[in-house]
Nanobody, 130 residues
Framework: VQLQESGGGSVQAGGSLRLACKVV????????LGWVRQGEGKEREGVAS???????VYPQSVKGRFTISRDDADNSVYLQMDNLKPEDTAMYFC?????????????????????????RGQGTQVTVFS
């Protein structure tokens, strides 16, 4: 199983970036997918998730600015990031995990908690400068 991220880079505050993650070896639509980030000296944070049903969840820190989507035909997941802020600077990892059993739901928090045991990519750096 491979998760291959692309699309990171440096951008001025207020700008946009779109991350892409190509999933190989599993059927992405069968999994809880999302993005987990880790900034230097900061805790890991799940910033977006999409369930096999297409339900999306965002933490308050990115709600209204980040949008996750999935292309089942291409077995890929995307993260559109708008109105970026310097505090968004981090390494962004694509993550995939088995659908959780209820009452746990597919969320960034779930992907963060399962980060070390689930599938994840190598990460792509996002740097936002003011």
């Amino acid at each position: 199983v491979q998760l291959q991220e692309s699309g990171g880079g440096s951008v001025q505050a207020g700008g946009s970036l779109r991350l892409a993650c190509k999933v190989v070896g599993i059927t992405a639509s069968d999994y809880c997918l999302g993005w987990v980030r880790q900034g230097e000296g900061k805790e890991r944070e799940g910033v977006a998730s999409i369930s096999n049903w297409g339900t999306t969840v965002y933490p308050q820190s990115v709600k209204g600015r980040f949008t996750i989507s999935r292309d089942d035909a291409d077995n890929s997941v995307y993260l559109q990031m708008d109105n970026l802020k310097p505090e968004d600077t981090a390494m962004y990892f694509c993550a995939a995990n088995r659908r959780p059993a209820l009452p746990t739901v597919c969320s960034g928090a779930y992907l963060r908690a399962q980060f070390d045991s689930g599938y994840r990519g190598q990460g792509t750096q996002v740097t936002v400068f003011s």
